[in-house]
Antibody, heavy 118, light 106 residues
């Protein structure tokens, strides 16, 4: 059974850094594109980043471009999100989500909470 | 960016009701439209993709239709487990964008 488990969420001060991880199991991780999607408290869903299976293609939302970096380690079946220059508006639950071609985000992790506050 | 607008934002209904949620895109997205369901404190769950294809394991009371800029999600007979928030999402063009959500209440 497919499983995605995020970790790394924490309380961090504005301007700080944080690295999120997503451990995958139960499917051939190296065959799937992966994404990060976030949800601010009480708000809707916001896609923020995409990475292709080989890491050759990366996409970012304007709101995080230049501050966040997505990466993956197919040998370790792990997805990461390096978050720099954090702002209060980055406060959210961050989900990793598997991309199935033609079907968008077909499987999601349970999320990890990032709180940016002094 | 493509804007996705759902209506209504909140929908009150009863078990057994037939309900429809509408999603409009600010430009044509062909059939690159998905619907997901989210319950409080839980991750979203994919229901419909390609505007009308039912995801494996999703009950057949859920159906989707539309193309271009106007789409609908229909639940034919509401069950207690269906009370949740529903989001449409376009995956025609990056950045992929979601509607603001429709909260389905008892």
């Amino acid at each position: 059974e497919a499983q995605l488990v995020e970790s790394g969420g924490a309380l961090v001060q504005p301007g700080g850094t944080l690295r999120l991880s997503c451990a995958a199991s139960g499917f051939t991780f190296s065959s799937y594109s992966m994404n990060w999607v976030r949800q601010a408290p009480g708000k809707g869903l916001e896609w923020i980043s995409y990475i292709s299976p080989s890491s050759a293609t990366l996409y970012y939302a304007d709101s995080v471009r230049g501050r966040f970096t997505i990466s993956r380690d197919n040998a370790k079946e792990s997805l990461s999100l390096q978050m720099n220059s954090l702002r209060a508006e980055d406060t959210a639950v961050y989900y990793c989500a598997r991309w199935r071609t033609g079907a968008t985000f077909d499987f999601w992790g349970q999320g990890t909470l990032v709180t940016v506050s002094s | 960016d493509i804007q996705m607008t759902q209506s209504p934002s909140t929908l009150s209904a009863s078990v057994g009701d037939r309900v429809t949620i509408t999603c409009r895109a600010s430009q044509s997205i062909s059939s690159w439209l998905a619907w997901c369901q989210q319950k409080p404190g839980k991750a979203p769950k994919l229901l419909i993709y390609d505007a009308s294809s039912l995801e494996s394991g999703v009950p057949s009371r859920f159906s989707g239709s539309g193309s271009g800029t106007e789409f609908t999600l229909t639940i034919s007979s509401l069950q207690p487990d269906d009370f949740a928030t529903y989001y449409c999402q376009q995956y025609n063009t990056y950045p992929y964008t979601f509607g603001q959500g429709t909260k389905l209440e008892i």
